[in-house]
């Protein structure tokens, strides 16, 4: 029960303003300031110690802070100093708060120096920054943002408290100027900024301290169901259609039909095609040009594949009767590959009333003809796949989405009405409804033309084999793009992140269930 409650931590995000309140009623409850303070600092003290051990890096200066942050950081530098490391406050502020420079004090009579020149640290051999944690909110500035632009030059290895000092805490925004951490060591519970695109450069690796904040607590502070969580391995599994029941057959198992490709982006179809197959659905068929038919069948024999009428350069101009009867299928996925010619195409999936996905073209199209004003006609859910350029055609009247996009995909799903999938290095899913999903890792190596096909197909067969079963659309989105990302680090792992090209992705997606 314990255990379970500990996953389910490691699950769930927090505003800088929650963690705040939460804190509060930590303290409230009766647990000491002080005590909590050094609680957490020897369990970080335990974790930079397996980072850098004292036989291979014994020299390391320590930033103070004027906050608890700096509290942190003194009771970290003297377990460091009591453990035989060759410790070096420095210390920016002048005044302290009364605990912190409690911490101070004794680091003092210790005997542990403070240097005067922020250039004594230079030769560190790793530094820990303890300036400022949760919260910030004015830029760092003067002769202190001067300190942290000075340390970013070195190629000396940081590790950040809580968050790397200058970092909004919620929306990942550099206050002036940040320190770019090579560790960071997460304090109690996840917070936005670890999720924001903008900020993995200043985040390094980043490590959750679990201090002991209890489930009582969080709920206290936080709506349920949870407005914003981390898809775990664990809730990803879940999330799965599995185990299937022993007497099912292919239409029980879920029908999706794929609309893609043409001349000029013919891979597109055999790619979205064989993401699909990886997910276990019943039955697939594809919607393609006519000329592509017999690239079709010789790379998913196991697919129908239905041709349609085509211009004179390859696009879908029309849709036969099989592609019409939209009734037939769980699901459709319309996009990868289409050209922008498919106009009359998408307009025509939009009038479905089963879930559509629309992905590459099918977002450029749907640009054009208005997002919101065309999706408010919808019977049936859509689910919008953009990468941030397109998500800038598509909700123009959003600014600047990168600095916040959390808020940005929670704010054009509820404008919309659409589930939101929106890429990136931590790829965000946001519900109509306001519920938000994080995908906590990923890698570069996904960074290739056809990847984000292959994410369409793979999302198409999920949500097929789920629709029937009434689960949460937006659960199985997230958990399309979880095993799309696993499978692109497994295969960077054993082809280096060089060698993932689409077809590979494909190959590596049955491995992550393994």
């Not at 590790?159 to 940040?178: E, K, N, Q, R």
Request: glycine content about 10%; proline content about 5%; aromatic content about 6%.
């Amino acid at each position: 029960m314990v255990v379970h409650h500990r996953q389910e931590l490691d699950s769930i995000i927090v505003t800088a303003e929650q963690m705040a309140s939460i804190e509060g009623r930590i303290f409230a409850g009766g647990m000491p300031v002080a005590a909590l303070m050094e609680k957490a600092a020897l369990m970080m003290f335990k974790s930079i110690q397996t980072l850098y051990p004292l036989k291979e890096c014994s020299k390391v200066s320590v930033l103070v802070g004027p906050g608890h942050n700096g509290g942190d950081a003194l009771v970290i530098a003297r377990e460091l100093h009591l453990h035989g490391y060759d410790v070096c406050l420095y210390r920016p502020f002048a005044k302290l708060k009364a605990l912190t420079q409690q911490h101070a004090n004794y680091a003092e009579s210790l005997g542990i120096p403070c240097c005067g020149d922020i250039e004594m640290l230079r030769n560190s051999e790793f530094i820990i920054d303890g300036l400022f944690g949760f919260g910030l909110r004015r830029s760092l500035l003067g002769n202190l943002a001067k300190d942290v632009d000075l340390i970013n030059q070195w190629s000396t290895p940081v590790v950040s408290i809580d968050i790397p000092s200058g970092l909004d805490t919620d929306t990942g925004a550099v206050l002036g100027t940040a320190i770019k951490a090579t560790h960071s060591l997460c304090l109690g519970l996840w917070k936005p900024v670890y999720f924001q695109d903008q900020a993995l450069a200043y985040t390094g690796r980043v490590h959750r301290i679990d201090f002991g904040i209890t489930l009582r607590d969080v709920y206290s502070v936080i709506s349920q169901p949870l407005p914003c969580q981390i898809l775990t391995q664990t809730l990803a599994l879940g999330f799965l259609p599995l185990p299937r029941p022993q007497l099912t057959h292919k239409y029980q198992q879920g029908h999706l039909l794929i609309i893609a490709g043409s001349r000029r982006y013919s891979g597109a179809s055999i790619l979205s095609g064989l993401g699909a197959k990886a997910s276990g659905v019943g039955m697939l068929s594809v919607a393609v040009p006519e000329s592509l038919k017999p690239l079709l069948i010789s790379q998913i024999p196991d697919g129908l594949v239905i041709d349609c009428p085509e211009t004179e350069k390859g696009a879908l101009v029309g849709l036969p009767p099989l592609a019409t009867d939209f009734d037939s299928y769980d699901i459709i996925a319309c996009g990868p590959g289409l050209t922008q010619e498919a106009t009359k195409i998408v307009t025509e999936v939009l009038e479905a009333r089963c879930p559509v996905i629309l992905d590459a073209d099918g977002l450029n199209i749907l640009a054009k003809l208005g997002t919101i004003s065309t999706l408010s006609q919808r019977k049936g859910m859509t689910i919008l796949t953009p990468h941030l350029g397109e998500f800038k055609r598509l909700f123009p009247e959003i600014v600047h989405p990168q600095k916040d996009r959390l808020s940005a995909a929670k704010r054009a799903a509820e404008e919309s009405g659409a589930i939101i999938l929106l890429k990136g290095a931590r790829t965000v899913i946001a519900h109509p409804q306001g519920k938000i999903w994080l995908i906590p890792e990923s890698t570069p190596a996904l960074a290739r033309g056809g990847s984000g096909d292959v994410l369409t197909g793979l999302m198409g067969g999920l949500l097929a084999q789920t629709v029937i079963n009434n689960s949460s659309l937006d659960n199985i989105v997230a958990t399309a793009a979880w095993w799309h990302a696993q499978a692109g680090i497994l295969a960077a792992k054993e082809r280096t992140e060089l060698g993932v090209d689409a077809v590979t992705l494909c190959q590596y997606l049955p491995f992550v269930l393994s």
